[in-house]
T-cell receptor
Framework: DAKTTQPNSMESNEEEPVHLPCNHS???????IHWYRQLPSQGPEYVIH???SNVNNRMASLAIAEDRKSSTLILHRATLRDAAVYYC??????????????FGQGTTLQVKP | ETGVTQTPRHLVMGMTNKKSLKCEQH?????MYWYKQSAKKPLELMFV???????ENNSVPSRFSPECPNSSHLFLHLHTLQPEDSALYLC???????????????FGEGSRLTVL
């Protein structure tokens, strides 16, 4: 599986937008970009995923660079409950893997009131 | 509530004990996973089961023994563990295949294991 690189930590103020970057320069054409987050004392939870186009859902937006070598998770208005570790993960097409996800260190997001 | 339930939530055991962790999902998923999360380390994939068959063992020591009797249940049997095995053990499930399959993994809240 191709690797991703994320900053170890970021800080944000409450009610401000947060842009969490992820570099994945060795991404293959069939790799999906997945984002998960892990709140304190909980298991990871799915946030969003995409392939080529930008994606929006109720939790966040995902902006994917045109060359797909980087992406950005956007939280439009950070709340204290968004303080978590955010993981950017590349995942191959379903026909080529068992469904597993390989997690890196992720970015620890602190949200200040 | 993710639909994946892990028991017990906390477990303390001695190095000579035998215990088991249980994971249950009624989401209709056909893939299940065990992950280990040690302090200040990324999640490590341990085992993968697809349709009750083990498809991946990520070089896990034999003192960890998984069992998947059906697609809804996954166990992790523990015996003669070491203190360095103390960690959060997370179970996850996901659907496999299908045009609408996002491949999303659903995680339980984990079982916090302490080995004395």
């Amino acid at each position: 599986d191709a690797k991703t690189t994320q900053p170890n930590s970021m800080e944000s103020n409450e009610e401000e937008p947060v842009h969490l970057p992820c570099n994945h320069s060795t991404i293959s054409g069939t790799d999906y970009i997945h984002w998960y987050r892990q709140l304190p004392s909980q298991g990871p939870e799915y946030v969003i995923h995409g392939l080529t186009s930008n994606v929006n859902n109720r939790m966040a937006s995902l902006a994917i660079a045109e060359d797909r070598k980087s992406s950005t998770l956007i939280l439009h208005r950070a709340t204290l409950r968004d303080a978590a570790v955010y993981y950017c993960i590349l995942r191959g097409a379903f026909s080529s893997n068992t469904g597993k996800l390989i997690f890196g260190q992720g970015t620890t997001l602190q949200v200040k009131p | 509530e993710t639909g994946v339930t892990q028991t017990p939530r906390h477990l303390v055991m001695g190095m000579t004990n035998k215990k088991s962790l249980k994971c249950e999902q009624h989401l209709g998923h056909n893939a299940m996973y065990w992950y280990k999360q040690s302090a200040k380390k990324p999640l490590e994939l341990m085992f993968v089961y697809n349709f009750k068959e083990q498809t991946e063992n990520n070089s896990v020591p034999s003192r960890f023994s998984p069992e998947c009797p059906n697609s809804s249940h996954l166990f992790l049997h523990l015996h003669t563990l070491q203190p360095e095995d103390s960690a959060l053990y997370l179970c996850a499930s996901s659907p496999l295949g299908g045009a609408k399959n996002t491949g999303e993994l659903f995680f339980g809240e984990g079982s916090r294991l302490t080995v004395l």
